[in-house]
């Protein structure tokens, strides 16, 4: 069955910088497009960015925009996020999800997060 | 930028019907999903091209689109549907991603 399980997570200074990874697992990773969701604590779910299947096209939302990169290795059935310059409100668990086949963002699977808390 | 407008709650009894709605001047552009949240737990697909319904999600969840709402319709809300709904779409392009704020769905 389909596996997407995050990591990376944890506690990270304002300023700081951080690397989540996705392991999947169960489905041909290199056939899909993933995507990152975050969500803050109580709030609601904030698309981050997606990734097309062979590693383009990337786009991001303009809140973490210009200090995050996304990347995968269809090698080894992995996605990657890589944010810098963090502040308090990226405090947030961060989901990879995958989009259905042939879609750019029908989240038919998602993992079941990473916390990230921004704090000194 | 772009914007879901869905309302904060929606509160019904067992076996009634509960209507949650998402609006916004593009939605007639591109299709709209829905998604359920219980607590600790990941979203879960439960509407996807506006009135499509995956494998496994009971029949009682349902997706109509009129114009600039998209409305989720769950017949016969049983206890378990509790939870946080959230609809989601992109821009007219396709490139931003957008969700709405959310729904808390009560069974009374």
């Known amino acids: 069955q389909v596996q997407l399980v995050e990591s990376g997570g944890g506690l990270v200074k304002p300023g700081g910088s951080l690397r989540l990874s996705c392991a999947a697992s169960?489905?041909?990773?290199?056939?899909?497009?993933m995507s990152w969701i975050r969500q803050a604590p109580g709030k609601g779910l904030e698309w981050v960015s997606y990734?097309?299947?062979?590693?383009?096209?990337?786009y991001f939302a303009d809140s973490v925009k210009g200090r995050s990169t996304v990347s995968r290795d269809n090698a080894k059935n992995s996605l990657f996020l890589h944010m810098s310059s963090l502040r308090a409100d990226d405090t947030a668990v961060y989901y990879c999800?995958?989009?259905?086949?042939?879609?750019?963002?029908?989240?038919?699977?998602w993992g079941q997060g990473t916390l990230v808390t921004v704090s000194s | 930028s772009y914007e879901l407008t869905q309302p904060p709650s929606v509160s019904v009894s067992p076996g009634q019907t509960a209507r949650i709605t998402c609006s916004a001047d593009?939605?007639?552009?591109?299709?709209a999903y829905w998604y359920q949240q219980k607590p600790g737990q990941a979203p879960i697909l439960v509407i996807y091209?506006?009135?499509e319904r995956p494998s496994g999600i009971p029949e009682r969840f349902s997706g109509s689109s009129s114009g600039t709402t998209v409305t989720l319709t769950i017949s016969g809300v049983q206890a378990e549907d509790e939870a946080d709904y959230y609809c989601?779409?992109?821009?007219?392009?396709?490139?931003?991603?957008?969700f709405g704020g959310g729904t808390k769905l009560t069974v009374l």
């Open positions: 091209k506006d009135t």
């Open positions: 593009e939605l007639p552009k591109q299709y």
């Open positions: 169960g489905f041909t990773f290199s056939d899909y497009y």
């Open positions: 990734i097309g299947e062979g590693g383009s096209p990337i």
């Open positions: 999800a995958r989009a259905s086949f042939g879609t750019y963002f029908q989240f038919d699977s």
């Open positions: 989601q779409s992109a821009d007219s392009s396709g490139t931003y991603v957008v």
